[in-house]
C-alpha cells in the first residue's frame, strides 16, 4: 500500500512517528498541519533514498506476529484493590500489569500530561511514576523517541511493557521488525484520537472561562458521579473545579461525536477484534446486559489475552484480579468491528477553526 510519502494521503498516517525515529540520516521532521495534527516531512537535501521510512509504515509492515492466538481468551475483570479501581477509567487493569513489570525490574511505557498538559509518552522506572499512565486519554499523544529508547532497553535484557493505541502498538512492532520475548504490548480499545491542537485550544478557552486558574489535574473519565457516566473533571491549584457531563463539555462533544479525530482513524485496518498488542483493554460496555452480576458503578474492564505471552503473565497477576471468562459476541462493541464513522460536520468544523480558531468553531461543534 502506498504510503503519506508517496501520496500525501492523510488518512494513510497514523502519527505513529516510527518513520521519523527510523530514519539514520535524521531527514524527517513531524510537523502540525491546519487541524493540530503531526505529519512527516522529508527534509529532501538529507535523504538518501532508503525507503526504510515508506517500509516502517505500519500500513505496509509484513511483520508475522507467531506468537499470537487464533482466538483470543476474552475476560471481565476488575482490579481487587478498590482505590486502584477507583482512579482507573474502568476496571484498573493497567496498573496490575504494570505493577508485575517493574516488580521484575522492567521499564514501563505510557501516555501522560506533561507540565504544560501536553500529552505525551514516556518512560516510568518506579510505580509511582506509572500511576501517570493511569486513566483515559483522548487526544493524541505525542511518542517522540521511544521506540528507540524500548529497543535500547531490550537490547541489554530488560522486560519492557509499552502501553499506547493499536496503531501505536503496530509502529512499534515494525520498527523492531521482530518481537521478543522480554516486550509485552497492550493496546486499547480505541475510537480515535483527537487532534492535540484542538485540546490545547480548548484548555486555553476553559481556563479563560475559569479565570485562567493553574491547572492541577486533568481527568477525561472521572468516576465522581460512578462509572458510565463520563465526566470532563479539570482541577485547580486553588481548589475549584470544572466538572461537565460529556456533551455538556466541549472536548468530549468533539471526541464523542466524531467530529475531531485523526483523518487514519476513520479508515484505521486496526479497529478489529484481532488485535495488535499482546493484550487488550478497554471498558466493557454492555456488561449490565450480558453479566449484570457484575455491573457497578465503580468500572469493569474487558481483558483480552492475545498471544501466548499474554496467557503466561495472565496466570502470573490474576491472584490481583476478580475475572470471568467471556464470549466474543458478548463484548462486542463498535471499534472492535470498524472504525469510528466520520462526523459530517467535520469539513466544516476544521475549516472554520483552521480560519477563525477554536472559539468560532465552537459554533460548528454546537450543531452535533
Not at 504510503?3 to 530514519?23: D, R
Not at 476474552?74 to 477509567?89: C, F, G, L, P, Q
Not at 470498524?338 to 469539513?347: D, H, I, Q, V, Y
Request: proline residues 2%.
Amino acid at each position: 500500500m502506498e504510503t503519506y510519502f508517496s501520496t500525501n494521503y492523510k488518512p494513510s498516517c497514523y502519527g505513529c512517528k516510527a518513520c521519523e525515529q527510523i530514519c539514520l540520516k535524521d531527514c524527517i521532521d513531524m510537523q502540525f498541519d491546519e487541524e493540530g495534527f503531526e505529519y512527516p516531512e522529508i527534509k529532501q537535501e538529507k535523504c538518501v533514498k532508503c525507503s526504510m521510512c515508506e517500509n516502517v509504515c505500519p500500513i505496509n509492515s509484513t511483520y508475522i506476529k507467531e506468537d499470537f492466538l487464533e482466538e483470543a481468551d476474552i475476560y471481565a475483570t476488575t482490579n481487587k484493590d478498590e482505590e486502584t479501581r477507583s482512579k482507573s477509567s474502568s476496571g484498573g487493569m493497567f496498573t496490575i500489569y504494570s505493577d508485575y513489570i517493574l516488580e521484575q525490574g522492567g521499564v514501563v511505557f505510557g501516555a501522560v500530561f506533561d507540565d504544560a498538559f501536553k500529552i505525551i509518552h514516556k518512560e516510568a522506572k518506579t510505580k509511582e511514576a506509572a500511576e501517570e499512565f493511569r486513566g483515559s486519554k483522548y487526544a493524541q499523544s505525542d511518542s517522540r523517541e521511544i521506540y528507540k529508547d524500548i529497543k535500547k532497553y531490550l537490547s541489554i535484557g530488560k522486560k519492557v511493557l509499552f502501553s499506547g493505541t493499536p496503531c501505536q502498538v503496530a509502529g512499534l512492532y515494525s520498527y523492531l521488525g521482530k518481537d521478543h520475548e522480554n516486550l509485552f504490548t497492550i493496546d486499547l480499545i480505541c475510537h480515535g484520537v483527537m487532534s492535540p491542537g484542538v485540546f490545547k485550544d480548548y484548555l486555553s478557552y476553559v481556563n479563560k472561562k475559569n479565570d485562567n486558574y493553574d491547572i492541577k489535574e486533568i481527568k477525561f473519565r472521572s468516576k465522581v458521579y460512578g462509572w458510565g457516566n463520563c465526566f470532563m473533571h479539570i482541577e485547580y491549584k486553588n481548589g475549584q473545579k470544572y466538572i461537565r457531563r460529556e456533551l455538556e463539555d466541549l472536548c468530549f462533544r468533539a471526541f464523542s461525536k466524531n467530529i475531531a479525530q485523526r483523518p487514519a482513524c476513520y479508515d484505521c485496518r486496526f479497529s478489529k477484534s484481532k488485535r495488535e498488542a499482546d493484550i487488550t483493554i478497554g471498558d466493557y460496555w454492555g456488561v449490565e446486559k450480558h453479566k449484570p452480576h457484575l455491573y457497578d458503578l465503580r468500572g469493569v474492564s474487558l481483558l483480552f489475552n492475545n498471544s501466548r505471552k499474554a496467557q503466561e503473565i495472565f496466570e502470573k497477576v490474576k491472584d490481583k484480579m476478580e475475572d470471568e471468562k467471556c464470549k466474543l459476541e458478548e463484548v462486542l462493541q463498535p471499534n472492535l468491528i470498524g472504525p469510528t464513522k466520520k462526523n459530517a460536520l467535520r469539513e466544516e468544523f476544521f475549516e472554520v477553526y483552521g480560519n477563525d480558531g477554536f472559539e468560532k468553531a465552537i459554533e460548528v461543534l454546537n450543531k452535533c
